[in-house]
């Protein structure tokens, strides 16, 4: 089968466009049960297992054989190795909530670095400190550095970021 983007023709809902895990907009519900419905052909209101990669794939998603067995373990609380589309539902958005903090924390990333290096340097981090009108000792901002930069570079890559911002659930 072809790989295929869902798009919806309805316009985007003017409540926004960050998905949470609570909270999708009318255009990504649209796209969840346009996917959704595109494996559904018997009207039957489930999947079955193989189909759910498919389906993943069509909201732009790349899930692992792995990712996708454990999804099934959790999700098909009937155990009849069908999808409804209750649980897929649920379950995408979830899915939608986690990657748009990604791409948030990819943004709060490049405010950091405005010297585009792909990494923050001390200089990067006491210029928004400043901007904020934080009022950081250089020591404490080469520690807040050092805590992050697992590579030991003395700067802070994309990764290590995303990691601190997960550990201090600021995303």
Do not use: Y
């Not at 346009?34 to 759910?52: M, N, Q, R, V």
């Amino acid at each position: 089968m072809s790989k295929r983007i869902i798009t919806s023709s309805k316009p985007a809902s003017s409540k926004g466009t960050t998905a949470t895990a609570n909270n999708l907009t009318e255009e990504q519900k649209q796209e969840i049960k346009e996917a959704f419905d595109l494996f559904d052909s018997d009207g039957s209101g489930t999947i079955d297992a193989k189909e759910l990669k498919v389906a993943m794939r069509a909201l732009g998603f790349e899930p692992k054989k792995e990712e996708i067995r454990k999804m099934i373990l959790d999700i098909d609380k009937s155990g009849d190795g069908q999808i409804h589309f209750e649980e897929f539902l649920a379950m995408m958005t979830v899915k939608m909530g986690q990657r748009d903090s990604r791409e948030e924390m990819i943004k709060a990333f490049r405010l950091f670095d405005d010297d585009e290096t792909g990494r923050i340097s001390f200089k990067n981090l006491k210029r928004v400190a400043n901007d904020l009108g934080e009022n950081l000792t250089d020591e404490e901002l080469q520690e807040m550095i050092d805590e992050a930069d697992r590579e030991g570079t003395g700067e802070v890559c994309l990764e290590d970021f995303m990691r601190i911002m997960k550990k201090s659930n600021l995303f």
